[in-house]
């Protein structure tokens, strides 16, 4: 099986002239065998003669031009009919003659320009072979002729039917490429904002506050070395996300997860937000994406509290379950900093909620974001884990 793969895979690589040679071949032998003359196509009702060299060239010219069906429709489709032409006037009536049936569908499948006119061209030329037939003593009737024409539409017909099939098939697939690049672009871009904002978030407010520690040199020490962390946190995590952007990366490299919530949190508590972690249960191992989606609304929750209520006691609560996480983190609304000490909150796009939105609804999940009725902040989720009890 696999060495046929292996041959079948060689010859789609070859030229379609190449692939399309034995589609001339095996008519054009079969012509001359002795025992299929006379046994073609035949029209007018013309007596049968024997073979002689115009038969050899009405046999190459209905066969031979098959092999450039697809590159040269026109040209192969007007080739065959000239050699089906002096095939029914002579008489032969080969089994060549199926050479016009299939240069008219390759026709209808693969001729890009004046469709209409090859069309009107080939009925005319067909209205005027019949008069021929006629006027060198054939003996068929109108309804004769009338019935051949009518099947030549159809092959015609259905030819211009897989022509559409094919175009739809093509449009379709440029359209699930387009919404699949579509969707890779917002996934970058989802985790460019998830990934850079936080920590640069935390950067800005770590160095916000530097200025108010001029004359406390330790805690100034302190401060400026917790941004010299989140920096280097912030460079490791977009190398990660540049390796997973590589179509050679490992699929197995390390994703955030629930389990580095404590480490999230004393970062952010670290940029001077006050922070208090609840953690219910375990988390499941067969999580999945559920845990990656849990993990970016913790994230996206604490960089909008150090942009929006930088100071302020936040409360972060995941609930574990096998069926699915729950997430809340809420900012109280009254400030708690000493007057003189609140730092200017960091502008944002909106983009990270829609983005969380996005993410959970994706996973068949829940959520929202409100304002508290004391002016504080609560997001929640509900983020299914796809495990069933």
Not at 296 to 309: S, Y
């Amino acid at each position: 099986m696999t060495d046929l793969r292996r041959v079948l895979d060689r010859w789609r690589q070859l030229d379609v002239t190449v692939r399309d040679l034995p589609l001339a071949l095996v008519p054009a032998i079969a012509s001359f065998v002795p025992a299929f003359h006379g046994l073609g196509t035949e029209i007018g009702a013309l007596p049968t003669r024997p073979f002689d060299a115009l038969a050899v060239v009405a046999i190459v010219l209905q066969c031979f031009p098959l092999a450039v069906r697809r590159r040269w429709p026109a040209a192969c489709l007007v080739l065959v009919f000239l050699g089906f032409t002096l095939d029914q006037l002579r008489g032969y009536h080969t089994l060549a003659g199926a050479g016009l049936a299939i240069a008219l569908l390759s026709a209808g499948v693969y001729l890009e320009r004046r469709r209409r006119m090859v069309a009107i061209l080939l009925s005319g030329a067909y209205v005027m072979l019949a008069v021929a037939l006629d006027l060198v003593g054939g003996a068929e009737r109108a309804d004769g002729y009338l019935t051949f024409y009518v099947a030549l539409v159809l092959v015609w017909a259905v030819g211009s039917w897989l022509r559409a099939i094919r175009a739809a098939e093509a449009e379709r697939r440029l359209r699930v490429a387009e919404e699949t690049r579509t969707a890779e672009r917002t996934r970058i871009a989802r985790e460019l904002h998830d990934v850079v904002t936080h920590h640069v978030t935390a950067m800005v407010v770590q160095t916000e506050a530097a200025r108010y520690l001029t004359g406390a040199p330790d805690r100034l020490d302190e401060t400026l070395n917790a941004v010299t962390d989140t920096g280097r946190r912030a460079i490791g995590d977009l190398r990660h996300l540049l390796d997973l952007l590589d179509p050679g990366h490992d699929t197995t490299a390390r994703t955030p997860s629930l389990r580095e919530l404590r480490t999230l949190v004393e970062q952010t508590r670290r940029a001077g937000q006050p922070v208090e972690l609840t953690e219910e249960g375990t988390p499941s191992e067969s999580a999945g994406s559920a845990e990656l989606v849990a993990h970016r609304v913790v994230q996206e929750a604490l960089t909008n509290a150090l942009k929006h209520a930088h100071g302020r006691p936040t409360a972060a609560r995941v609930r574990y379950d096998d069926r699915e996480i729950t997430v809340e983190v809420s900012t109280a609304g009254a400030s708690h900093e000493p007057a003189g000490a609140r730092q200017r909150p960091a502008g944002g796009s909106g983009r990270g909620l829609v983005g969380l939105r996005e993410r959970v609804d994706a996973l068949g999940g829940e959520f929202s974001a409100d304002r508290r009725a004391d002016g504080g902040f609560v997001v929640r989720a509900r983020i299914p884990t796809g495990n069933r009890a």
